[in-house]
């Protein structure tokens, strides 16, 4: 069952507040805006024409990035060997678009484990949809 807006907004500024604390990531919203993590700039943007559900599922997504990429040494460790700077904005090679693609995955991964950590309820079926229509475009686009 979808969640009531108000709980949804707490959500959101639990997310907000768990990224600049632990992150020092801003979270901005725009109807023009694409959902994206900036980590030159430690700023995540999500689009505010989402329904307030999809937000949550794109904000808990964009932190999933975050998370991966704040650990210690990550590109370091050659997590991404083939990922080229600016990631799913540049089409790559087959080997780039591969490793976006996994990182893809892991930022939903993390953004599920994420939820459960700051325990935030979130609608189950509308997150496994979201999850799987991203992905899908990101399995098109390779």
């Known amino acids: 069952m979808p969640l009531q807006k108000q ?22 919203y725009s109807p023009d805006y694409r959902d994206v ?7 995540v ?9 999809s937000r949550l599922n794109s904000l808990l997504h964009e932190a999933g990035h975050v998370i991966i990429r704040s650990e210690s040494g990550w590109k370091e460790q050659k997590r991404f060997p083939f990922m080229k700077d600016k990631g799913a904005f540049v089409r790559g090679n087959i080997n780039h678009r591969t490793d976006v693609l996994r990182e893809e995955v892991l930022a939903w991964e993390e953004a599920r484990s994420l939820a459960d950590y700051l325990s935030i309820e979130i609608d189950e ?3 496994a949809r979201h999850r799987t229509a991203a992905l899908k475009t990101y399995v098109e686009w390779i």
């Open 37 to 43: 993590y900036y980590e030159d700039i430690a700023r």
């Open 45 to 53: 943007e999500i689009n505010s024409r989402q329904n307030y559900n």
């Open 125 to 127: 079926e509308l997150f």
């Open 7 to 28: 709980k949804i907004i707490e959500n959101l500024n639990i997310i907000e507040s768990f990224l600049y604390q632990e992150h020092s990531v801003e979270v901005d």
